[in-house]
C-alpha cells in the first residue's frame, strides 16, 4: 500500500523557520518525482515546488521562490521542505504528492499544518 | 505563467443528475511529447485531494466510471453522470505540462 506521511508542521512566528518531512512507502521512491501542495483555509490548492527522482530538476512557486528550498533523501525514502522567512500568508496545510504520470500528482499524504502567526 | 479557469464555481445538482464542470487555460496544454498533462481531482470536506482522471480522460483505478474527462487544447470537462450523496465536494482541474503547475479555483458540488 502506498502512503505518504508528513511531518514538521506547526506554530511559528513571522521570519521563522520549519522544516517539513515526508516519508513513503510502498513504492520505489527513487523512481519519482515529487511535489509539496499547499493550501490555505479556506482557499484552493497551490503546488510550490517540485524535486525530479534524482535531485537534478527542481521547480519553485514565484511565492516562495528563494525562501523554501526542496530536497529528498532516496536512500531514507524521505522528501523534505526546509522554510525559511515564514510569512503570514505561508499558513496552509502542506501535503508532499507523487508525480505519475508526468504533471500529475496521483498519490497524497494526509497533509500538515503550518501556521505563521 | 499559464491561468487555469474553472466554471462553475458552485455547482448544486439533484442526485442521480448529471454535472459538468469546464477548464479552461490560458495556453495549450500539448507538452512536446505529445500528451496533454491535465488532471481532475476531487477533495471531499476534511480530506486530501484525490486524483480522479489524468491526462485528459484516463480514470484512475476505483475511480467509478460516472466520472469521465474530456477535452483538447486549452478546453476541458469533467462530467459527472448520475450524481451520488459521496460526490459532495470540491473539484479541481489542475495543468501539469507548464512549470508552475497551476490548479483552477475549485468547483464546489453540493446536493440539490
Known amino acids: 500500500e502506498v502512503q505518504l506521511v508528513e511531518s514538521g508542521g506547526g506554530l511559528v512566528q513571522p521570519g521563522g523557520s520549519l522544516r517539513l518531512s515526508c516519508v513513503v512507502s510502498g513504492f520505489t521512491f527513487s523512481s519519482y518525482g515529487m511535489y509539496w501542495v499547499r493550501q490555505a483555509p479556506g482557499k484552493g490548492l497551490e503546488c510550490i515546488s517540485y524535486i525530479n527522482s534524482i535531485s537534478r530538476v527542481i521547480n519553485y512557486a514565484d511565492s516562495v521562490e528563494g525562501r523554501f528550498t526542496i530536497s529528498r533523501d532516496n536512500a531514507k525514502n524521505s522528501l523534505f521542505l526546509q522554510m525559511n522567512s515564514l510569512r503570514v500568508e505561508d499558513t496552509a496545510v502542506y501535503y508532499c504528492?507523487?508525480?505519475?504520470?508526468?504533471?500529475?500528482?496521483?498519490?497524497w499524504g494526509q497533509g500538515t499544518r503550518v501556521t505563521v502567526s | 505563467d499559464v491561468v487555469v479557469t474553472q466554471s462553475p464555481l458552485s455547482l448544486p445538482v439533484p442526485l442521480g443528475q448529471s454535472a459538468s464542470i469546464s477548464c479552461r487555460s490560458s495556453?495549450?496544454?500539448?507538452?512536446?511529447?505529445?500528451?496533454?498533462?491535465l488532471s481532475w481531482f476531487q477533495q471531499r470536506p476534511g480530506q486530501s485531494p484525490r486524483r480522479l482522471i489524468y491526462?485528459?480522460?484516463n480514470r484512475d483505478p476505483g475511480v467509478p466510471d460516472r466520472f469521465s474527462g474530456s477535452g483538447s487544447g486549452t478546453d476541458f470537462t469533467l462530467k459527472i453522470s448520475r450524481v451520488e450523496a459521496e460526490d459532495v465536494g470540491v473539484y479541481y482541474c489542475?495543468?501539469?505540462?507548464?512549470?508552475?503547475?497551476?490548479f483552477g479555483q475549485g468547483t464546489k458540488l453540493e446536493i440539490k
Open positions: 491526462k485528459v480522460s
Open positions: 504528492a507523487r508525480d505519475y504520470p508526468r504533471g500529475s500528482p496521483d498519490y
Open positions: 489542475m495543468q501539469g505540462t507548464h512549470w508552475p503547475r497551476a
Open positions: 495556453q495549450s496544454l500539448v507538452y512536446t511529447d505529445g500528451n496533454t498533462y
